[in-house]
């Protein structure tokens, strides 16, 4: 899962704020600098999840318990946002660096240091701490079991192979408290090949394997389910959902090439408009929006990976000053954006917390309501800790990876990682930055 530090799209060569046009950033054929409005889209994404998640009350024939039910019931489309956010920002950050000394041991650093402290830690703590304090407080809690039979699977988790586990089992572990690791594993399978696609492939060659990957996903989900595969197969498996990370990396490509960028910044918001209202409407003919259905599972991915990636290439697209990227980075949901990280990673845990406060005297969609709030500013807290004590001293190791740049105006450019059109423009790019 990208984070707050990974919000990437404007390095390189500067672009002169005369030459943008309306809302729209000039155009950078290297962007890799923070965007603030992408913030406020990966604080959508995890309170989307939270939605899904941790929002739970019963339909009481209220238009209020409707529409709230309507949120909910739809927040699993949080974790295919997040996926096109991956897809876009590290295919971006892997474009602008890829040819350049420390390619490879800066991207593979940099994410080390991001991922892994909180990721370990807490399989440390699920697996070892807590059982090893519960156990010796209250020997007979119901959680020592479910956590000594979680355990029993940790191989997988520790090495980023989670989903493959319920892949290969055809359902979610029974203990819950991690089965939203599955979409961590797919992220990090997917950081862990990617870095050496783009490095082979020419723009045009990675825009074609895109391409391929986001049909051959919508294929294999439609062949799984016509075969009767359980759907969790076709949701947690890494082919399956391919679809959504390569839409964001086509993003990715199409926002660094000065033609595209031009035609889609303008088409980008109109298409996310067109796309969400298709959605709704296929949801009221065919639930495509209810995770699980055979056109969630199939149809739906794609046209939510399009959805998404049409709303990201619209927000990396705007200036800062803009009205719309000042409302996508609001307070609260750049907090949330900052911390998403650790809120998908502890939400769970807390909310399993939460539900075993006792609350009485009120109805079941308050309840739910209350839960859902508790859940939320719980998980904030101790997000805000882990930032503080873990994640960004963490994050202070970067300095031992720094980001590649270009060095001298000798460029070598191997054939088998650039046409000579991309060839051309770096060769112009590292020597305007050698020049300032």
């Not at 009481?60 to 946002?81: K, M």
């Not at 825009?207 to 799984?224: E, F, K």
């Not at 000053?321 to 990673?345: C, H, I, K, M, N």
């Not at 960004?392 to 590649?404: D, Q």
Request: aromatic share 12%; hydrophobic share 45%.
């Amino acid at each position: 899962m990208t984070t707050a530090t990974d919000n990437i799209v404007l390095e390189g060569t500067t672009a002169s704020p005369s030459n943008a046009i309306g809302p729209y950033r000039a155009f950078d054929p290297e962007p890799s600098g923070h965007c603030r409005a992408l913030d406020g889209v990966r604080g959508l994404a995890i309170l989307l999840v939270f939605c899904y998640d941790c929002l739970k009350i019963p339909n009481d024939g209220r238009l209020f318990s409707l529409g709230i039910r309507t949120i909910s019931g739809a927040g699993w489309t949080g974790v295919d946002l997040f996926f096109v956010l991956s897809g876009f920002l590290i295919t971006g950050i892997l474009l602008d660096t890829r040819g350049r000394e420390r390619y490879f041991s800066s991207f593979f650093g940099r994410r080390a240091v991001r991922i892994f402290p909180l990721y370990y830690l807490s399989l440390i703590l699920a697996f070892w701490v807590i059982p090893a304090v519960v156990g010796s407080v209250s020997p007979q809690s119901p959680l020592v079991g479910e956590l000594a039979t979680l355990r029993q699977d940790q191989g997988w988790f520790w090495s980023y192979l989670q989903n493959w586990m319920m892949v290969g089992r055809g359902s979610w572990s029974e203990i819950s408290y991690l089965n939203h690791f599955w979409s961590l594993a797919i992220e990090e399978q997917f950081y862990f090949a990617w870095p050496i696609v783009v490095a082979l492939l020419s723009r045009r060659r990675l825009t074609q394997l895109s391409i391929g990957q986001c049909l051959l996903a919508l294929g294999l989900r439609c062949g799984l389910l016509w075969q009767g595969f359980d759907k969790v197969v076709l949701h947690a498996c890494t082919f399956t959902r391919m679809d959504s990370l390569c839409l964001g990396a086509l993003a990715a490509i199409a926002i660094r090439d000065a033609q595209w960028s031009a035609r889609l910044r303008r088409l980008a918001l109109p298409c996310f408009c067109g796309l969400a209202i298709l959605l709704f409407g296929l949801d009221r003919w065919r639930q495509i929006l209810q995770s699980g259905t055979p056109w969630a599972q199939t149809a739906g991915h794609s046209l939510l990976g399009l959805m998404y990636a049409s709303l990201i290439f619209w927000a990396a697209s705007l200036r800062d000053e803009t009205w719309s990227a000042r409302a996508l980075s609001l307070a609260p949901l750049a907090l949330l954006g900052q911390f998403s990280y650790a809120l998908y990673v502890l939400h769970r845990p807390v909310h399993a917390l939460v539900k075993q406060i006792p609350l009485r005297s009120m109805s079941e969609t308050e309840m739910g309501l209350i839960q859902f709030a508790l859940t939320l500013g719980g998980s904030l807290v101790v997000a805000a800790i882990s930032w503080h004590l873990i994640e960004k001293r963490c994050l202070a190791w970067k300095r031992h990876f720094p980001r590649p740049v270009p060095t001298s105006n000798a460029v070598s450019f191997p054939a088998a990682k650039y046409s000579e059109e991309e060839a051309e423009a770096a060769r112009k790019r590292s020597t305007s930055t050698a020049t300032v």
